[in-house]
């Protein structure tokens, strides 16, 4: 089984900082691109930002210059470095990856379980 295991969130005053990481385990054979969302009370789930396996990043406007994604290939985890937040960035955030597990020909999108990130004014 595949599974992806997020970590980081919490609570945190506006303007401070947390880093997220998300570990997918499991029978891997390889992981494509991955990614962060978050989702707020009573909105969409909204995309943050897209790693490559080959370190191509992009980011939604609302995060641009204030959250850094990073992966580590050899441990198969990506990280969402979080600076400056604000009260709008509270959320369940969510680590998504295109995995093909191992033995098997196509990718799947595959979701954690959510890590609530809650700042306060």
């Known amino acids: 089984q595949v599974q992806l295991v997020e970590s980081g969130g919490g609570l945190v005053q506006a303007g401070g900082s947390l880093r997220l990481s998300c570990a997918a385990s499991g029978r891997l054979g390889s992981i494509n691109a991955m990614a962060w969302y978050r989702q707020a009370p009573g909105k969409q789930r909204e995309l943050v930002a897209t790693i490559t396996s080959g370190g191509i990043t992009d980011y939604a406007d609302f995060v641009k210059g204030r959250f850094t994604i990073s992966r580590v290939n050899a441990k198969n985890t990506v990280y969402l470095q979080m600076n400056s937040l604000n009260p709008e960035d509270t959320a369940v955030y969510y680590c998504?990856?295109?995995?093909?597990?191992?033995?098997?020909?196509?990718?799947?999108?595959?979701w954690g379980q959510g890590t609530q990130v809650t700042v306060s004014s």
């Open positions: 998504n990856a295109e995995i093909r597990p191992a033995g098997i020909l196509i990718y799947s999108d595959y």
